[in-house]
């Protein structure tokens, strides 16, 4: 009888152990549920925190090349337009900025290196004659494009499909450019050729001779664009304004040597004044991408 009485209670604590067992595994399930339902599982790559991707482009720049001074040196011509265009391989990441996924804001940044070249030619009439030009201009420069962007999932209905605007700002180095100049005189037939950096001062004659307008290690501007991701891929197009213009100066100089000139008899002094300006204002870029 006595067993009895021990074994009851015994029997009676085993149970309700049993049940806060039970219980206590019950909880535990629930609380893991209810934590797996917050942790965050990107279907695509560009869903990640961080994402990364190198990309290849075609990249235009129109570029305008003025001089409005009153006094023109032959080398330096009133205007001449160039389209220039090449190719740009860049490397960019995107950074998650807000902890509610439900709010694919990022910040994007990276670096694209770019090659342009683009030609121009005009004609230039004076008393003994004319000469025709003939210019090509080359450029290297790597940009570092900061911009937000916000990702559009499933576009169109398509599963996988994200559409991705970007709003942003841009610095470019100007790392080379230079002008080549075949230069024909229609007289004699002789052809002179010669290369000039636009980065530099140049002090023995022809372009920017002896004048502070040389281009700008710097540049910066705002752009807009859109890349679309699919599967590892991304598409991209880009529009890029220059704020700052690669060179431009202005001298007073010329303009009152012209006057003095008129007016005293002065000689005049071929590009003694400059008021030039060389933009690269509109640029636009098309890139195919691979994201890891």
């Known amino acids: 009888m006595k067993s009895m009485k021990l074994l009851f209670p015994a029997l009676l604590l085993s149970l309700s152990l049993g049940a806060f067992a039970q219980d206590d595994d019950e909880l535990l399930d629930a609380a893991a549920e209810e934590e797996s339902t917050e942790v965050f599982v990107p279907k695509n790559r560009w869903d990640k925190p961080i994402f990364h991707r190198v990309q290849l482009g075609?990249?235009?720049?129109?570029?305008?090349?003025?001089?409005?001074?009153?006094?023109?040196?032959?080398?330096?011509?009133?205007?001449?337009?160039?389209?220039?265009?090449?190719?740009?391989?860049?490397?960019?990441?995107?950074?998650?900025?807000?902890?509610?996924?439900?709010?694919?804001?990022?910040?994007?940044?990276?670096?694209?290196?770019?090659?342009?070249?683009?030609?121009?030619?005009?004609?230039?009439?004076?008393?003994?004659?004319?000469?025709?030009?003939?210019?090509?201009?080359?450029?290297l420069g790597?940009?570092?494009?900061?911009?937000?962007?916000y990702q559009f999932k499933d576009f169109l209905g398509k599963e996988?499909?994200?559409?991705s605007p970007l709003l942003g700002v841009y610095a470019r180095f100007n790392l080379l450019a230079q002008r080549k100049q075949t230069r024909?005189?229609?007289?004699?037939?002789?052809?002179?050729?010669?290369?000039?950096?636009?980065?530099?001062?140049?002090?023995?004659?022809?372009w920017m001779q002896g004048r502070k307008h040389k281009g700008k290690l710097l540049q910066v501007g705002a752009q807009a664009g859109v890349n679309v991701f699919y599967k590892r891929y991304?598409?991209?197009?880009?529009?890029?304004?220059?704020?700052?213009?690669?060179?431009?100066?202005?001298?007073?100089?010329?303009?009152?040597?012209?006057?003095?000139?008129?007016?005293?008899?002065?000689?005049?002094?071929?590009?003694?004044?400059c008021d030039i300006e060389i933009s690269t204002r509109h640029n636009f870029s098309v890139t195919f991408g691979y994201i890891f």
């Open 58 to 139: 075609f990249v235009g720049t129109f570029a305008k090349y003025t001089n409005n001074s009153a006094v023109h040196d032959p080398i330096v011509p009133y205007e001449e337009s160039y389209f220039l265009k090449g190719v740009s391989l860049g490397w960019l990441a995107d950074i998650v900025l807000t902890k509610n996924r439900n709010i694919p804001l990022y910040i994007e940044l990276g670096g694209v290196l770019d090659w342009r070249t683009g030609t121009s030619d005009w004609v230039r009439e004076l008393n003994h004659g004319s000469f025709e030009h003939d210019c090509k201009v080359n450029t």
């Open 142 to 149: 790597l940009t570092i494009p900061v911009g937000l962007t």
């Open 160 to 163: 996988g499909l994200t559409l």
């Open 184 to 206: 024909l005189d229609t007289e004699t037939g002789e052809v002179v050729e010669e290369t000039k950096s636009l980065m530099k001062i140049e002090d023995d004659g022809g």
């Open 234 to 273: 991304s598409f991209g197009l880009a529009y890029m304004y220059d704020i700052i213009p690669f060179a431009q100066h202005s001298s007073e100089l010329g303009i009152t040597k012209v006057k003095k000139s008129a007016g005293e008899g002065v000689d005049n002094q071929s590009g003694t004044g």
